[in-house]
């Protein structure tokens, strides 16, 4: 079993492979299984051919059960500067799974302004053991959340601390007045008890490989399904609203949840679109 401090230079060699260029760098098991943005790749294609830099944002966590490291940061290729997460499964002194996603905002049709790439102290910080909860419980809160979001029609089914936030490819979209979507003005669970997210149908593919009680982190992956077929609907208050997407469409997603007490105290995403009900190369390894 792999401890945090070799998991983390783990992924310091991976990341100074990738700055690199130099896939043959690493050890790789038999089999191993590689992807950036969902698709199935060859190690040493996609980022590993276009990446020149590594920004300082190192928001990393790892899972000593599993043998798993993940890490929030940036990449540049040329020009541009996308927000990433890397997942690193690290086994027997190899690198048997790497999960990538680049959010390329140029590659999306919805650009989230000014984002922000900045060390967040509650993320970073280590929960006391008095308020840490077992792995089982980390995992049903999260997936609390996804099926909270799915078909969202007021009913929480997990627990937001108070003064939750969460941030969607490096931008603040709760509690947030200035963001161009009006209802990021509330926090967490005040969004989800209006029922704003109704036309998200299906929150599929949900996986939770990584679990760090230490930092009370738990990092998942999955897809959010939209039909595109509601059009209007009726928030919770009874104010009426109309759907943002109105066609089929798919996002695949990286997102960490910081636990502590029982509830969800900050939300860290990045996600893209995908085809339309993409299906996962993780899928086989579930």
Request: hydrophobic share 35%; net charge negative.
């Amino acid at each position: 079993m792999a401890t945090r401090h070799e998991l983390y230079g783990a992924l310091d060699r991976y990341l100074a492979a990738l700055l690199a260029q130099d896939h043959t760098r690493l050890d790789w098991a038999d089999g191993a299984l590689t992807t950036e943005n969902n698709v199935a790749l060859e190690q040493g294609d996609g980022l590993w051919q276009t990446v020149t830099g590594i920004g300082p944002y190192d928001l990393r966590f790892a899972d000593e059960q599993t043998g798993q490291v993940a890490l929030f940061t940036t990449v540049t290729e040329t020009n541009d500067t996308s927000g990433a997460c890397i997942r690193i499964r690290y086994s027997s002194a190899s690198f048997a799974e790497v999960e990538t996603i680049v959010v390329r905002q140029k590659d999306e049709a919805l650009v989230f302004p000014d984002p922000k790439f900045e060390t967040k102290p509650v993320m970073e910080t280590p929960v006391p053991e008095a308020e840490r909860s077992r792995r089982d419980e980390m995992i049903a809160l999260a997936d609390g959340y996804f099926s909270t979001l799915q078909l969202n029609d007021g009913t929480i089914r997990t627990r937001f601390h108070p003064g939750c936030n969460r941030i969607e490819n490096g931008v603040q979209t709760t509690n947030n007045p200035d963001f161009f979507v009006p209802v990021a003005h509330l926090g967490c669970e005040e969004q989800f008890a209006q029922g704003n997210y109704r036309y998200d149908d299906r929150l599929r593919g949900r996986r939770f490989p990584l679990v760090d009680e230490e930092r009370g982190i738990v990092l998942a992956h999955g897809f959010i399904d939209h039909c595109g077929k509601l059009g209007e609907y009726e928030l919770t208050d009874g104010t009426k609203v109309t759907s943002p997407i109105r066609r089929p469409h798919t996002f695949y997603l990286s997102e960490a949840f910081k636990i502590r007490e029982g509830a969800i105290e900050q939300i860290e995403a990045n996600f893209i679109t995908v085809p339309y009900h993409m299906p996962s190369p993780w899928d086989s390894r579930a």
